[in-house]
């Protein structure tokens, strides 16, 4: 469920939806990120980065608007994009479909 909270950042508002995912859920989402050639790093780094993408795609929202939770919006986006234009994201994209 989503909820409508003041942000720590300047007095913005934003939307904010915890992690919903088990650690058992993770686990096996985790198995289908890991593909030869591509470092995901720390199990929760990566957790805390798809996150932080799933938060962007389900709001729809601006990159500097990511929750300081999902961790600093630059780096985030810098990883997405990275992912994005080696083709990163077309592995497990075809492994969950």
């Known amino acids: 469920m989503l909820t409508f909270r003041q942000s720590g950042r300047t007095g913005r508002l ?29 199990p929760d780094t990566c957790r805390q980065f798809i996150s932080a993408c799933l ?20 780096s ?3 990883r ?3 992912w994005y234009a080696n083709g990163t994201w077309e592995k497990p994209h ?3 479909t």
């Open 14 to 42: 934003g939307w904010h939806e915890p992690d919903r995912h088990s650690d058992e859920e993770w686990g096996s989402y985790i198995g289908k990120v890991v593909v030869p050639g591509i470092h995901i790093g720390l």
């Open 55 to 74: 938060w962007i795609l389900r709001s729809g929202s601006q990159w500097r608007v990511l929750p300081p939770e999902h961790g600093k919006w630059n």
């Open 76 to 78: 985030i986006f810098k």
């Open 80 to 82: 997405f994009s990275r």
């Open 94 to 96: 075809n492994r969950f």
